[in-house]
């Protein structure tokens, strides 16, 4: 089946800090791959997407890369801010006529301390 | 663009009552997504809207559950003889035609419901 494993959390960093957050997945064929992101009281938000092998998203200094010979699509960032707090969850669309949703992972909650 | 919109935030109800959770979509969007988010997890999809047509229901949609959207606008998601496993934050995303495999999956605030 199609499932998305992602590193517990919570992950509690310094400002300006290096992050990653490690997400694996398992799906047949090839899925298109994202991070959402909820901050506190807000609804999910796609923060970046990668739908094919060796693609890189990105989105406000946030990056991951789809790798196909990894099953993994990594978050990383180089330079965290307070702001970035939030909890962020993995997640794909298996590669299936007629498939169209989102498969999560339980989510990792960043605290980002100044 | 108003965003998706999702009424009530919050539902507390008595096990064994029905509930009835209403989402309005960003207008111009086609598709529609309900998923329920229990504590600690990630959303679960419920079922999936194309218009006013129902394609997909999950098998967690069990027969106490039923959704609808009538004439593709916005859609209703009624728990009837609600349980306390049923305490939950049911979601609302819609996307625009041709925008599923790219994600592009717009999320309401959700609504809590707590069930007593």
């Known amino acids: 089946g199609n499932s998305v494993t992602q590193m517990e959390g919570p992950v509690t960093l310094s400002e300006e800090a290096f992050l990653t957050i490690n997400c694996t997945y398992t799906?047949?064929?090839?899925?298109?791959l994202f991070w959402y992101v909820q901050y506190p009281g807000e609804g999910l938000q796609l923060l970046l997407k990668?739908?094919?092998?060796?693609d890189k998203g990105s989105n406000k200094g946030f990056e991951a890369t789809y790798r196909k010979e990894t099953t993994s699509f990594h978050l990383e960032k180089g330079s965290v801010q307070v702001s970035d707090s939030a909890v962020y969850f993995c997640?794909?669309?298996?590669?299936?006529?007629?498939?169209?949703?989102?498969?999560f992972g339980a989510g990792t909650r960043l605290a980002v301390h100044p | 663009d108003t965003g998706v919109s999702q009424n009530p935030r919050h539902k507390i109800t008595k096990r064994g009552q029905n509930v009835t959770f209403r989402c309005d979509p960003i207008?111009?969007?086609?598709?529609l997504y309900w998923y329920r988010q229990t504590l600690g997890q990630g959303p679960e999809f419920l079922t999936y809207?194309?218009?006013?047509?129902?394609?997909?229901k999950s098998r967690l949609l069990s027969d106490r559950f039923s959704a609808e959207r009538p004439k593709g606008s916005f859609s209703t998601l009624e728990i009837q003889r609600t349980e306390q496993g049923d305490s939950a934050m049911y979601l609302c995303?819609?996307?625009?035609?041709?925008?599923?495999?790219?994600?592009?999956?717009?999320f309401g605030p959700g609504t809590r419901l707590t069930v007593t």
């Open positions: 799906a047949t064929g090839y899925p298109s």
């Open positions: 207008s111009e969007h086609n598709r």
């Open positions: 997640a794909l669309i298996p590669f299936s006529g007629g498939y169209n949703k989102l498969i």
């Open positions: 995303a819609s996307s625009p035609k041709g925008g599923d495999r790219g994600g592009e999956q717009y």
């Open positions: 809207f194309q218009n006013e047509a129902q394609l997909e």
């Open positions: 990668a739908t094919k092998a060796d």
